[in-house]
């Protein structure tokens, strides 16, 4: 199933591009974070981390995509849009109240300050994020060290939580640049990657129908391996249903070595690969686009000028909110589709713990009943003390059903700042981009109308003058009508009861407590960000 957050026609679609890792490849959890994980110890331990922390194992149940590391303190934060805390823990040791408080007096973190606060939302900073959650863990608990509000004191020497940051960042990236994992992987690719033979099939009939792109960090060589091994069903494997041929047959066009984001700006040079040796030609490429030629480099007004097409002709797939999704929306305009691994995951809790979600619902409509025939005038204070601290049980059943740091997309009714970035540039959403093999190219998928808060509130022609508020009084007492008034926190208590009538949709199925939506004017759809965004409708 793929789902919807803005309406596209498939058939408006002229070229389908493509990133690699986590997207055409995807790589077997939890092995290739253990193996990744394993790498980032050792390399820690070669610049003089202590060795016990070799000891630690990778824990998938642990980590989530879109946490936040606070350099400052050690701590990993979950946090929803706007910086507001949803979850704290300082190495595997959750902080509640106090110790929030502590740390964050308003709970609350100023997310602009890319200093001290880091957003760990690839699939790649899962390894990452469980590794900060271990070495603070382990400085804590050792008796060599001295604990500090920012760090850890061995005699002379401190060690802040932000150089244990810079520490981790210079380890992924050494990993990752010196080649250790992809050597790794390549020498095991059937325990590492897989190996899906609808991938071959989808992108052929695609190529029937629009242009298709790869576009991915990775030099020539490892995508080479990768995309060999993807495409290979030379042993006979029944399943294939496309003929052999090479993977680069695929594509109309393959650059490598992209550098995103920076290649959703001014990019890099771009140069042509030698496919026999992987060796880059020397000079920027100028010419006309080659059938199955390699560059590297460039940027994505190269891949529109190489292809012919423009901003809202391309779909791009990819695995990276900032690097692929973002960035492609907000500089070039390109219609995006997140790949969210996750979601199988996501979509079972959802079905199996309904009751959950219910008993918050009933929650949320019990707390606004209390308020409903009370206004300014009244002295009475429900004691709402018994409701808040089920809601608070409820919310934590709910999180330690997906992982200990609870689902990717929310923290009991309150959406995640990952969730919200994949409402705002992902157009289009699903587990895989394989789910494109079971639509037409003709389909068209429509975004669900979302209704806001005081358009789900307030039925049409129900509207006491005194509910509009002064500036509306005078005209609704001329053309008005005569309406059923309804008290302020009565107009919640009839949202949550018109919510649990709702049913899961496209565009919906995560967020049963759904966001203020887009508007709806003259057949363009505008989303939260102000970009205006093509209903599918000629």
């Given amino acids: ?33 253990e193996l990744a994980f394993a790498l980032l110890l050792e390399h820690l331990v070669s610049i003089g981390y202590p060795h016990e922390i070799l000891a630690y194992k990778y824990d998938p149940t642990f980590p989530t995509r879109g946490l936040v590391f606070d350099a400052l303190y ?48 690839t699939l790649f900073n899962l390894t ?53 994992l992809k050597e790794k992987t390549l020498e095991n690719l059937e325990k590492y990657v897989v190996k899906d033979p609808r991938v071959p099939l989808l992108l052929s009939r695609m190529k029937e129908v629009g242009k ?15 995309m060999s091994y993807l495409f290979d069903f030379s ?22 070595d992209t550098r995103k984001p920076l290649f959703f700006a001014e990019g890099t040079v771009l140069r042509q690969v030698n496919t026999d040796t992987g060796k880059l030609r020397i000079g920027t490429y100028t010419g006309p686009l080659q059938h199955c030629a390699v560059y590297s480099g460039g940027s994505s007004d190269v891949v529109c000028d190489l292809l012919g097409v423009k901003g809202k002709d391309i779909l791009y797939m990819g695995d990276h909110i900032f690097g692929d999704i973002l960035k492609s929306k907000k500089r070039q305009g390109w219609r995006t589709f997140l790949v969210v691994p996750e979601l199988a995951r996501e979509l079972q809790v959802w079905t199996e713990k309904s009751e959950l979600f219910e008993e918050l619902r009933s929650l949320d409509l019990f707390l606004a009943e209390l308020y409903q025939h009370l206004d300014s005038g009244s002295s009475e204070r429900p004691d709402i003390s018994s409701i808040k601290r089920r809601i608070q049980k409820v919310t934590h059943e709910m999180d330690m059903c997906y992982g200990k740091m609870g689902s990717l997309f929310r923290c009991g009714s309150r959406q995640t700042l990952f969730a919200n970035q994949l409402m705002r540039y992902a157009d289009l959403y699903a587990a895989s981009f394989i789910n494109f093999l079971y639509y ?34 005078p005209w ?23 919510s649990q009538h709702q049913q899961p949709d496209a565009g919906g199925v995560l967020c049963p407590l759904s966001p203020p939506p887009p508007f709806q004017v003259a057949g363009v759809r505008r989303d939260s960000s102000g970009e205006e965004e093509d209903d599918g409708e000629a």
């Fill in 440 to 473: 037409p190219f003709s389909y068209l998928f429509r975004a669900p109308p979302v209704l806001m808060a005081h358009e789900s509130t307030v039925e049409h022609g129900r509207l006491d003058v005194g509910e509009a508020g002064t500036a509306l009084a």
């Fill in 1 to 33: 199933m793929i789902f919807v957050n803005r309406s596209l026609a498939l058939e408006k679609i002229k070229c389908f591009g493509f990133d690699m890792d986590y997207t055409l490849a995807m790589y077997k959890s939890p092995d290739y974070e």
């Fill in 128 to 180: 990452e994020a469980h590794l900060y959650a271990c070495l603070v863990d382990f400085f804590t608990n050792c008796s060599r060290y001295v604990n500090c509000d920012t760090g850890y004191k061995h005699g002379n020497l401190f060690m802040s939580f932000r150089s244990m940051f810079q520490d981790v960042r210079e380890a992924m990236d050494s990993v990752h640049l010196s080649g250790c």
């Fill in 74 to 121: 050690g701590n990993l934060l979950k946090v929803d849009s706007h910086g507001n805390l949803l979850v704290c823990a300082h190495g595997f040791r959750f902080l509640k109240g106090a110790e929030i408080l502590h740390y964050y007096p308003n709970k609350f973190i100023q997310r602009d300050d890319m200093k001290r606060f880091h957003i760990l939302n």
């Fill in 235 to 256: 042993d006979g494997d029944k399943q294939a249903e496309t003929p052999q041929r090479p993977w680069r047959s695929y594509f109309d066009l393959i650059v490598v």
């Fill in 212 to 226: 298709v792109f790869l576009a991915t960090n990775s030099d020539y060589n490892y995508t080479d391996a990768i």
């Fill in 476 to 498: 609704l007492a001329q053309h008005g009508h005569p309406g059923q008034q309804v008290g302020g926190r009565g107009l919640r208590s009839r949202r949550a009861e018109e």
